[in-house]
């Protein structure tokens, strides 16, 4: 096992670091840091294709799309004034978080 740890794919430049430290590409250092090496390098049927890249995304944004329409509904059923507008994301977690507070006092007592 290398000195890299096993959770990351080694740049170009590390593997040329590697080999100088090995004694060059002849040694048999070499050859067992050259297959531990290549365990690390994702093989072309490991890798999402474009679609099912796409597809990710998509369900990523439609969860996150779901979730924006729902605080938004509860912001707009909080006050009569509030119907036709959406608020800032950023006023909108602050406001969401403020009711979380609430709740949990509440909850406290």
């Known amino acids: 096992m290398s000195d890299w740890g096993d959770d990351r794919v080694v740049?170009?430049?590390e593997a040329a670091l590697y080999v100088e430290a090995a004694g060059g590409m002849n040694s048999d250092a070499?050859?067992?840091g050259l297959r531990e090496l290549k365990g690390r390098i994702p093989s072309p049927e490991d890798e999402q294709t474009d679609?099912?890249?796409?597809?990710?995304?998509?369900a990523i944004f439609?969860?996150?799309?779901?979730?924006?329409?729902?605080?938004?509904k509860r912001w707009q059923a909080a006050g009569p004034d509030?119907?036709?507008?959406w608020p800032d994301h950023a006023d909108l977690v602050v406001w969401l978080l403020e009711r979380l507070e609430e709740a949990e006092a509440k909850v406290g007592q």
């Open 82 to 85: 509030r119907d036709l507008t």
């Open 30 to 32: 070499f050859a067992t």
């Open 11 to 13: 740049t170009l430049e």
């Open 51 to 58: 679609a099912e890249k796409l597809e990710e995304l998509e």
């Open 62 to 72: 439609d969860m996150r799309w779901d979730a924006d329409m729902r605080a938004i």
